[in-house]
């Protein structure tokens, strides 16, 4: 089975960005993005699928978040500018096993990971 | 955008007894071409990711026990537990996967009486 492994937990400052990774045994999965704020539901951000490029985004995000990724490792990116205290949440990224497309469940998520925006 | 609505927002049942929760979207997300609904219901336990219980509206997730079962169509979905256990103590969230931007429900908490 497809393994997610996402990058470590990350503390910014109010207006500043941050970036994670996600990397994905294979470069043929499409990458989803799922965020959680403290106490609150699952947000779908976005998405992309490494070997096709052009990311697909949630459109209350748009502008502020860019999904890239890295065709050669299989590894997704998902930054987050001009931060504020809202997006503090759990990052997660998932995808399906076995699928490359969109219109896919999602089988298979990282383990998370805990932005904090704080001054 | 297609919304996800669930119900109730949160359901005490006795060990042993039945647990129904409910997921209505505001836009039809089954595709005529192939019959198929693109829905999906996921257990969160806390502190863990989602975990896919049902797709395709009734396909049970691998490993997924008997006791829970996915069925509706269209626009009106239904997750079923027959007989409650207390390791199903969690927040279910139900999700379209039929056009992006994907959405999900805004989760029902589930609790033992």
């Known amino acids: 089975q497809v393994q997610l492994v996402q990058s470590g937990a990350e503390v910014k400052p109010p207006g500043s960005s941050v970036k994670v990774s996600c990397k994905a045994s294979?470069?043929?999965?499409?990458i989803n993005w799922v965020r959680q704020a403290p106490g609150r539901g699952l947000e779908w951000m976005g998405g992309?699928?490494?070997?096709?490029?052009?990311?697909s985004y949630a459109h209350n995000l748009q502008g502020r978040v860019t999904i890239t990724a890295d065709e050669s490792t299989g590894t997704a990116y998902m930054e987050v500018s001009s931060l504020r205290s809202e997006d503090t949440a759990v990052y997660y990224c998932?995808?399906?096993?076995?699928?490359?497309?969109?219109?896919?469940?999602?089988?298979?998520w990282g383990r998370g990971t805990t932005v904090t925006v704080s001054s | 955008d297609i919304v996800m609505t669930q119900s109730p927002d949160s359901l005490a049942v006795s060990l042993g007894e039945r647990a129904s929760i409910n997921c209505k979207s505001s836009?039809?997300?089954?595709?005529?071409?192939?019959?198929?609904?693109?829905l999906a219901w996921y257990q969160q336990k806390p502190g863990q990711p989602p975990k896919l219980l049902i797709y395709?509206?009734?396909a049970r997730g691998s490993g997924v026990p008997d006791r829970f079962s996915g069925s509706g169509s269209g626009a009106d979905f239904t997750l079923t537990i027959s007989s409650l256990q207390a390791e199903d103590v969690a927040i279910y969230y139900c999700?379209?996967?039929?056009?992006?931007?994907?959405?999900f429900g805004q989760g029902t908490k589930l609790e033992i009486k």
């Open positions: 998932a995808t399906t096993d076995n699928t490359t497309g969109w219109n896919y469940y999602l089988d298979v």
């Open positions: 294979g470069n043929s999965y499409t």
């Open positions: 992309i699928i490494p070997i096709f490029g052009g990311p």
């Open positions: 836009h039809s997300v089954l595709y005529s071409s192939n019959n198929r609904n693109y």
């Open positions: 395709w509206a009734s």
């Open positions: 999700q379209q996967y039929y056009s992006t931007p994907y959405s």
